[in-house]
């Protein structure tokens, strides 16, 4: 009877190399999809910013420059607010292919207990985890998320302005604290989403990594046992 030896690659083996390969095509996809969204985002809003800017050097009427500068605001908060979800969406799916990717490391890794001080990430299935830190793209959703609060702080300040309700320096600060309470009303909205998604992924979870004692997962790559 033929027995197969440990470096013979099996059908399980095959198959698993296959689908390794099949998720990082995916991640890296999903990572070019939310770069290409960065750059339309921001070319619209440059395309916007440039037609208001033509539209004040036109000698249009102050009340005419402001509603224009209003509706561009406006414009480029509402599609950065759609932006900034839907970077948040790609990078809960990457987390989501990386932990897939884990899951297959740890299939090799009871097989090959040896491989696993090699392996960035411990081959465990509930890392990389649904938070900022462990969500790729924080840096895209970062520029968007800057811009869209600053366009959000203009469209209040002409808001104000425009009916006559402050002068232009209250205006100013009015808008500066609106800013600061965009800002953090983006990053509790990313907490909230992220939490969430922990949460409904912890059911599929079948290789958690082992918690220490201060409560935290290990996420250190460590030798296992191979399963008998």
Not at 75 to 85: A, D, E, M, P, V
Not at 206 to 214: G, N, W
């Amino acid at each position: 009877m033929h027995t197969e030896t440990r470096d013979t690659p099996n059908q399980a083996t095959t198959f698993l190399l296959a689908e390794h390969a099949r998720l990082c095509e995916l991640y890296l996809s999903t990572r070019e999809t939310a770069e290409r969204r960065v750059t339309l985002y921001l070319t619209l809003t440059t395309t916007i910013v440039g037609v208001s800017v033509a539209l004040w050097q036109l000698g249009l009427q102050q009340q005419q420059i402001l509603e224009s500068a209003l509706a561009a605001a406006l414009g480029i908060s509402l599609l950065g607010l759609i932006t900034f979800h839907r970077l948040l969406e790609r990078g809960m799916q990457g987390t989501e292919y990386l932990r897939a990717i884990n899951r297959i490391h740890h299939y090799f890794v009871q097989h090959a207990p040896e491989i696993a001080p090699y392996l960035f990430w411990s081959p465990h299935d509930n890392n990389p985890r649904y938070d900022m830190r462990g969500v790729g793209g924080a840096e895209t959703r970062e520029v968007v998320q800057l811009a869209n609060c600053l366009s959000i702080a203009i469209a209040l300040g002409l808001v104000v302005v425009h009916l006559d309700i402050l002068l232009i320096v209250p205006a100013l600060g009015v808008g500066a604290i609106v800013f600061v309470l965009a800002y953090l009303a983006h990053q509790r909205y990313e907490s909230f989403v992220l939490a969430r998604e922990e949460k409904r992924k912890a059911a599929l979870v079948h290789f958690p990594a082992p918690v220490q004692k201060d409560g935290m997962h290990q996420m250190t790559p460590e030798p296992l046992k191979a399963e008998k």
